[in-house]
């Protein structure tokens, strides 16, 4: 074989420099651009592929993190006259129709897994999602229903966030919804669980309104298996969810837990939140470790004590009683002395961290590898004092002869939390109490029965909303007569390529048979060209991601009222200050897109055969940025190298 000086086979060889054979290679000769000069081994070509980020993948809920923060920060622009921020709004609460509130409590697993934690830290996205339904409260955003009425009728039994986003998805199924809700007012946790100066009251109000109005109606004050039973349920209605959550706290299971002044972290916060615990008397000693307990110790320092309160003023007779306190007491109050203590040392407490700084800060003793053993009682019943013993580092050794009592006024135990099951038929529930469900969330052995939410197991609040949606779906399933979607690996909501090009009018034209059997995708108009899908299956590593593309960029975080001991008491006001519009858009830019294009131009800037190419503007949308002249392309696999967020793979040619 005959070589010239570059080393490359000469044309009396009969050979081309293309790759692969093409029409038109009896020409002998290639346009020199199109010569291949150093080819790659893996005799592979880009292709672009989606894939799930770890914060979608990290959140309960299944939210589409990386698609809202693409439009706030400018990236991914609606069709038509609807503005940025509506966009938004809708493309969140496709998901979790509750983002004021989950952008102020939810402890924001997404962040934990966010990739930009391996630049310098993870981006606001709590605070992106505050800002988001912040706004919407301002602009006064509702939603729609466009879905035909199916005549279908679907019973909630819970008004909490769980049973809420239920119903919303249900109605925009176009079934009618029905919740029946012991409590006067909606809102599970949201409203009795968690306290106001975290859940802003009329913005918890405001967005359950906005899931009411779409047409659910509600039967407050109504205990399913008193009030009514499952069995007229059952008659009445064509599916029933269980949504009831876990609204009973556990008592300490030691000797004399049951005293009359140890009452459970729920049953605390339930009173406080209903208006009717306004102060306390004596010392609290809270036993826990979690978000409840923080919560617990934090309100009954704003709280106050007073000293020498009236028998009926004690705080177990207003939480037990349905009392409520006299609002002159509250004028008495004085600094409460509050000890919160903890199995496992301070540092390895489940709270989050930023609600133990604040708890912390407000004078609340922390005391961790503590265990009660037993309540000291007086003659009348009532803990004295409360006796621990000191536990090795693990948290559940004790050691010997470390016993010691702590005199206090008030246990809260906040320790683990149960389903109220009166009146319904136990066979609905397991040893445990609550209620198994199988992956569509369908009761096993029930047909027509469903569940979500803490009745299956305590959690998040976003864990039930991510439930919710799942069974939304398998609701729709068996009311139409379906049978239940098998689901996928990674059950989240997806960036969907098709959906977008309908929104732009450039959705893929029908395909014809014959006609078009022997077009190539790369010019045809019935398919979409080297793309593919993978968000059901993988979440993307950093390790696929180009980072030496990201600047160092601190996070820009949101203004925290800091409240100490000298002003905590009677301090009941929020303590975020929710980003305004800028501030939004500039932490959003710091998301890194992982998984999806971001419209950098890398690959066409560095791609050394101009094979990357731009899709022409008026066919242009997310996700259908770039293009690949697989004609040009050697396979030397700089775009994949030099793309930031993972998107391009070399994953043609196997």
Not at 21 to 48: A, L, M, R
Not at 438 to 451: H, R, T
Request: aromatic share 8%; hydrophobic share 30%.
């Amino acid at each position: 074989m005959q070589k010239n000086p570059y080393g490359m086979p000469t044309k009396s060889d009969n050979h081309t420099f293309r790759l692969y054979t093409n029409d038109g290679d009896e020409q002998k000769t290639v346009p020199w651009s199109q010569k291949i000069f150093k080819e790659d081994t893996s005799h592979k070509c880009p292709t672009y592929v989606t894939q799930t980020p770890p914060c979608q993948g990290s959140c309960p809920s299944g939210h589409n993190v990386r698609g809202w923060l693409d439009i706030v920060r400018g990236m991914e622009k609606p069709s038509g006259e609807l503005s940025w921020q509506e966009y938004a709004f809708q493309r969140s609460t496709d998901s979790n129709p509750f983002p004021s509130i989950m952008g102020r409590v939810c402890p924001a697993p997404c962040e934990d897994g966010c990739n930009r934690n391996e630049v310098e830290n993870t981006v606001g996205i709590n605070a992106v999602e505050q800002f988001i339904g912040d706004n919407a409260k301002v602009e006064g955003y509702t939603f729609t229903i466009n879905a035909k009425d199916t005549g279908k009728k679907v019973a909630i039994i819970g008004g909490g966030c769980g049973g809420l986003t239920t119903a919303l998805k249900l109605r925009r199924q176009g079934h009618s919804v029905t919740i029946f809700e012991k409590y006067n007012q909606l809102g599970g946790m949201m409203m009795y669980g968690i306290p106001d100066y975290r859940v802003p009251r009329d913005v918890l109000s405001y967005e359950i309104d906005r899931i009411i109005n779409t047409g659910v109606e509600t039967r407050m004050n109504t205990k399913v298996g008193i009030d009514i039973t499952i069995d007229e349920l059952e008659k009445k209605f064509d599916a029933v969810l269980f949504a009831i959550g876990a609204m009973s706290g556990r008592t300490l299971p030691v000797p004399g837990g049951k005293a009359t002044n140890c009452v459970s972290g729920i049953a605390f916060l339930e009173a406080y939140n209903q208006g009717r615990l306004r102060h306390i008397t004596g010392k609290v000693i809270c036993i826990g470790g979690g978000d409840t307990s923080i919560d617990v110790v934090s309100v009954a320092r704003r709280l106050g004590n007073i000293n020498n309160a009236a028998e009926k003023d004690r705080p177990e007779h207003i939480i037990f009683s349905d009392t409520t306190h006299d609002v002159v007491d509250t004028s008495k109050r004085l600094g409460a002395d509050v000890l919160l203590t903890t199995r496992s040392t301070v540092v390895n407490m489940p709270a989050a961290q930023e609600e133990i700084d604040d708890a912390t800060r407000e004078g609340v003793e922390i005391q961790g590898q503590l265990q009660p053993v037993e309540v000291i009682t007086g003659k009348d019943g009532r803990a004295t004092a409360l006796r621990m013993i000191r536990l090795e580092e693990d948290g559940s050794t004790p050691i010997k002869g470390s016993e010691f009592d702590i005199e206090c006024e008030l246990i809260v135990s906040a320790i683990g939390q149960g389903v109220d099951s009166e009146g319904i038929d136990i066979s609905f529930f397991n040893k445990h109490g609550f209620i198994d469900a199988d992956k569509n969330y369908q009761v096993p052995n029930k047909p027509g029965f469903f569940v979500c939410g803490d009745v299956i197991r305590p959690h998040l609040l976003t864990t039930a909303i991510g439930q919710a949606s799942v069974v939304a779906e398998s609701i729709g399933d068996y009311l139409s007569g379906s049978e239940q979607h098998t689901r996928p690996k990674v059950d989240v909501s997806y960036f969907d390529l098709m959906e977008k090009l309908k929104e732009w009018d450039l959705a893929p034209k029908s395909y014809k048979s014959g006609s078009d059997v022997a077009t190539a995708t790369d010019s045809a108009n019935f398919a979409v060209h080297n793309y593919e899908d993978r968000a059901f299956a993988s979440i993307i590593p950093h390790t696929e991601l180009f980072l030496g593309h990201f600047d160092h960029e601190q996070q820009n975080q949101r203004n925290h009222k800091l409240v100490d001991v000298d002003n905590v008491l009677g301090n009941f006001n929020e303590r975020l200050i929710g980003y305004t519009e800028k501030e939004a858009q500039k932490e959003a830019s710091r998301c890194m897109s992982c998984g999806l294009c971001f419209e950098c131009d890398n690959c066409v800037m560095y791609c050394p055969q101009d094979a990357v190419f731009k899709v022409k503007k008026d066919k242009a949308t997310l996700g259908r940025y770039v293009d690949t002249d697989y004609n040009k392309c050697i396979g030397c696999h700089i775009c994949a190298d030099v793309c930031p967020t993972g998107y391009i793979q070399m994953g043609l040619g196997e």
